[in-house]
């Protein structure tokens, strides 16, 4: 197990955690939830920082950019920002059409782009062809307005982005490997939005 896996499964273990405080005293599973975007944003962050001399820098640079336009349109993220800095800039900024689509073309973009080194890794075609066809799907449900299942069909990319190269690729540490163990956090810490 890498060291990324270590700590998005911390993150994981804390919101358990957390969660389970909040059982005990107030009577319900509660998790801070609302903090996750920001949480992967600095997961993204780290993992970069870990890895500057791995090959493939440039899809972890992606990633944190990814992962920065996911926490740009999220609405507590910057209602949180602006209070904090007490100010309204982030809200007026990412309030444009542009900034969302753009942020939003982004975040897919890397979702699609991210079974490049995948398939690279594993040259596996009929995996990497599921993966694409359950991440389209993904899409047409999203843009179509269901969003519950976008939201499951999202995690069945992640969970199986996770599962089918950690099963299939047993050498050295890749840039896949931080991909999907990002992705695996990701997956987890929406779940827990459900869980409430």
Request: aromatic letters at 18%; proline letters at 1%.
């Amino acid at each position: 197990m890498h060291k990324e896996l270590k700590i998005v499964i911390t993150i994981v273990l804390v919101y358990v955690v957390f969660g389970l405080n909040s059982l005990i005293v107030n009577g319900g599973f509660v998790t801070p939830f609302l903090y996750s975007k920001f949480i992967l944003f600095g997961t993204s962050i780290t993992f970069l920082l870990m890895n500057l001399r791995m090959q493939g820098i440039g899809w972890l640079v992606w990633s944190f950019l990814a992962y920065l336009s996911l926490t740009l349109v999220d609405e507590f993220s910057i209602g949180y920002l602006d209070q904090l800095f007490q100010t309204s800039v982030f809200d007026e900024m990412t309030g444009s059409k542009v900034f969302i689509y753009g942020a939003l073309v982004c975040f897919y973009g890397f979702l699609f782009a991210q079974l490049i080194p995948f398939y690279t890794h594993l040259k596996h075609k009929a995996s990497t062809v599921m993966l694409l066809c359950v991440l389209t799907v993904h899409l047409l449900l999203f843009v179509n307005g269901l969003a519950i299942y976008a939201y499951v069909v999202l995690n069945l990319y992640f969970f199986g982005y996770f599962l089918i190269f950690n099963r299939l690729f047993k050498g050295e540490k890749t840039v896949v490997d931080v991909l999907s163990a990002q992705g695996l956090g990701l997956m987890m810490l929406e779940f827990f939005k459900f869980a409430v």
